[in-house]
C-alpha cells in the first residue's frame, strides 16, 4: 500500500491514540478512531483491515488496532512534516499560532521530504513546533518525555510551560491571552477540587485563575530538582 493523505491521516490518528492509551491498554478502539477521523465504525474497520494487510497496523477484531514498527515509522515522519510546517509558516510567514493547524493538516500530504529538510536547515533543526510538540528526527523517531499538566505537577514550585496538547483555535487565544505559551514562567499556587479551579502565580504576573480541564491541557517541566 502506497502511503496517501487517507492512510496517513489514519496512522496519525492510531499513533495519536496509542499515546493516549493508560499504561495497561495495548490497542486503540476502533470506535476512538472513527472518532478521531470523524468516519462511521464500518469505515475505520475497513481501513484499518487495509493497513493491516499492507503491514502497517495489528489488528483485532472487537478489540483494537495498533501500529507495527513500520506504522510507527511513518506516522513519526507524518508528524514531522506537520510539525516543521507549522513552525515555518509561525516563524517565517508570520501566521499566528492559532491558524496554522488546518493549513498544516493539508501541506503534511505534499510537501516533499527535500523541502522539508530543508525548512528544517532553515529554522536551525528545531526540536519543538509552536505549541510545544516535539519534531520526530528524519528517520521518523519521535522522542519521548513525560511531562506533568498544570493539574497533576507539584504546588508552589517554579516551572516552565512545555506544550499544549489542545490545539483548537479558541482554546489556544485562552492560552496567548492568559500568558500560558511554551516558555512561561509561573508555578501553581493552590487547586480547589470543589470549584474545579486551579491558581496560577509567576513573576511580574497577576494570579489566575482556570478550569481543571484547561489545566490538563497545559503541560510543564520543573526548573528546579526537588529534593
Same mark, same amino acid.
Given at each position: 500500500?502506497?502511503? $496517501?493523505?487517507?492512510? +496517513?491521516?489514519?496512522?496519525?490518528?492510531?499513533?495519536?491514540?496509542? @499515546? =493516549?492509551?493508560?499504561?495497561? %491498554?495495548? /490497542?486503540?478502539?476502533?470506535?476512538?478512531?472513527?472518532?478521531?477521523?470523524?468516519?462511521?465504525?464500518?469505515?475505520?474497520?475497513?481501513?484499518?483491515?487495509?493497513?493491516?494487510? $499492507?503491514?502497517?497496523? +495489528?489488528?483485532?477484531?472487537?478489540?483494537?488496532?495498533?501500529?507495527? @514498527? =513500520?506504522?510507527?515509522?511513518? %506516522?513519526? /515522519?507524518?508528524?514531522?512534516?506537520?510539525?516543521?510546517?507549522?513552525?515555518?509558516?509561525?516563524?517565517?510567514?508570520?501566521?499566528?499560532?492559532?491558524?496554522?493547524?488546518?493549513?498544516?493538516?493539508?501541506? +503534511?500530504?505534499?510537501v516533499?521530504?527535500?523541502l522539508?529538510?530543508?525548512?528544517?536547515e532553515?529554522?536551525g533543526?528545531?526540536?519543538?513546533?509552536?505549541?510545544?510538540?516535539?519534531?520526530?528526527?528524519?528517520?521518523?523517531?519521535l522522542?519521548?518525555?513525560?511531562?506533568?499538566?498544570?493539574?497533576?505537577?507539584?504546588?508552589g514550585?517554579?516551572?516552565?510551560?512545555?506544550?499544549?496538547?489542545?490545539?483548537?483555535?479558541?482554546?489556544?487565544?485562552?492560552?496567548?491571552?492568559?500568558?500560558?505559551?511554551?516558555?512561561?514562567?509561573?508555578?501553581?499556587?493552590?487547586?480547589?477540587?470543589?470549584?474545579?479551579?486551579?491558581?496560577?502565580?509567576?513573576?511580574?504576573?497577576?494570579?489566575?485563575t482556570?478550569g481543571?480541564?484547561?489545566?490538563?491541557?497545559?503541560?510543564?517541566?520543573?526548573?528546579?530538582t526537588?529534593?
Open positions: 500500500m502506497l502511503p $496517501s493523505s487517507t492512510v +496517513e491521516n489514519y496512522i496519525k490518528a492510531i499513533f495519536q491514540g496509542q @499515546a =493516549a492509551l493508560a499504561a495497561s %491498554a495495548r /490497542l486503540v478502539p476502533m470506535g476512538q478512531v472513527a472518532a478521531a477521523l470523524s468516519v462511521t465504525p464500518g469505515t475505520a474497520t475497513t481501513m484499518v483491515k487495509a493497513l493491516a494487510e $499492507s503491514g502497517l497496523a +495489528e489488528y483485532e477484531p472487537y478489540s483494537g488496532v495498533r501500529l507495527t @514498527a =513500520a506504522g510507527e515509522r511513518l %506516522a513519526g /515522519l507524518v508528524l514531522r512534516r506537520h510539525r516543521l510546517v507549522e513552525l515555518f509558516l509561525v516563524q517565517v510567514l508570520g501566521m499566528s499560532w492559532d491558524e496554522v493547524h488546518d493549513d498544516a493538516e493539508q501541506l +503534511e500530504h505534499v516533499s521530504d527535500r522539508i529538510e530543508r525548512i528544517d532553515m529554522l533543526h528545531p526540536t519543538h513546533d509552536p505549541h510545544g510538540d516535539p519534531i520526530p528526527t528524519a528517520d521518523g523517531t522522542p519521548t518525555h513525560h511531562h506533568d499538566s498544570l493539574l497533576t505537577c507539584p504546588v514550585t517554579p516551572l516552565k510551560m512545555t506544550r499544549i496538547t489542545d490545539q483548537d483555535p479558541a482554546f489556544l487565544k485562552f492560552v496567548e491571552r492568559n500568558s500560558l505559551k511554551p516558555g512561561q514562567i509561573l508555578e501553581v499556587e493552590s487547586r480547589d477540587a470543589a470549584a474545579d479551579s486551579v491558581r496560577l502565580v509567576g513573576t511580574g504576573r497577576q494570579a489566575i482556570i481543571t480541564r484547561a489545566a490538563s491541557k497545559l503541560l510543564v517541566e520543573l526548573l528546579q526537588q529534593r
